[in-house]
């Protein structure tokens, strides 16, 4: 993920300015007056204290996916990944962390280990409790630094970065789109195969799924497959490179 993020003294300008850009800075925003939503990408940097951050730190190489958490009282249940050359290491440090508990991996190949477990501490979810905001997975964590999405009304955005200002985080804003609520751009099908294919990791390099993979998995022929998922990849790219500017 790059470098470590410096502290936000300031917010950048997608928390104030007018209601609609031509699109020639990046931020798509809708017409003033729609019903709006914000979805933007975050870099955090982790606190002390937490086992993903000493995870994390002592295996810098290392990726950490959180899939998915739901708190418990004072415990977490998680589903997380490793990601690395070798992970056994990384696992062995996870499940030997005093904060960590029932570690069961659940499945172990090509760099990879996706494990259940139960998480003594939960300030990896603090900040966004305190923002009332749910967390999106997955949750990346590389060398103390995590990378995650959200989705808010511009209300709940400004107030996201609020609570982060007000307990000292120190984050970065990497990217935001401003849209319609309700509006997206690829089709009912189009979301579909490309979800499916991110999924089975048809875009990891090198790839884990073959194109007729995922066509199995959709239940559609090969040139569909392909035509529909290079559209869909396209209209991504255009609305997250372009904003509303055509091609």
């Known amino acids: 993920m790059g470098e470590r993020p410096g502290t936000s003294g300031e917010r950048p300008d997608v928390y104030s300015g007018p209601s609609r850009t031509d699109g020639r800075d990046g931020h ?16 955090l940097a982790l606190r002390e204290g937490m086992w ?13 996916r959180l899939l998915t958490g739901v708190p418990m009282g004072d415990r977490a249940l998680e589903l997380g990944e490793v990601r690395a050359d070798d992970p056994a290491p990384v696992v062995e440090a996870i499940r030997s962390h005093p904060d960590i508990s029932d570690y069961e991996a659940l499945w172990t190949g090509d760099g990879r280990t996706i494990a259940q477990y139960e998480a003594v501490e939960q300030g990896l979810y603090e900040f ?5 905001l749910p967390p999106e997975f997955p949750i990346v964590v590389e060398d ?6 959200l989705t808010a009304t511009r209300a709940g955005f400004d107030a996201f970065g609020e609570t982060l200002e007000a307990n000292g985080h120190d984050y970065e804003l990497l990217s935001v789109v401003h849209a319609t609520e309700g509006e997206g751009p690829l089709t009912a099908r189009q979301r579909e195969c490309v979800t499916t294919a991110l999924r089975l990791g048809y875009f990891e390099v090198p790839r884990r799924a073959t194109l007729a993979e995922v066509a199995d998995a959709l239940d559609i022929d090969k040139s569909t497959a392909s035509e529909t998922i290079r559209r869909g990849t396209a209209r991504v790219m255009e609305r997250f490179l372009l904003g509303d500017e055509p091609m």
């Open 28 to 43: 798509e925003r809708p017409t003033a007056g729609a019903a709006a939503v914000i979805r933007a990408r975050f870099r």
């Open 52 to 64: 993903v951050t000493a995870v994390s730190t002592r295996f810098p190489d290392a990726t950490l």
């Open 128 to 132: 966004l409790w305190a923002s009332s």
């Open 144 to 149: 103390g630094v995590m990378e995650f999405d």
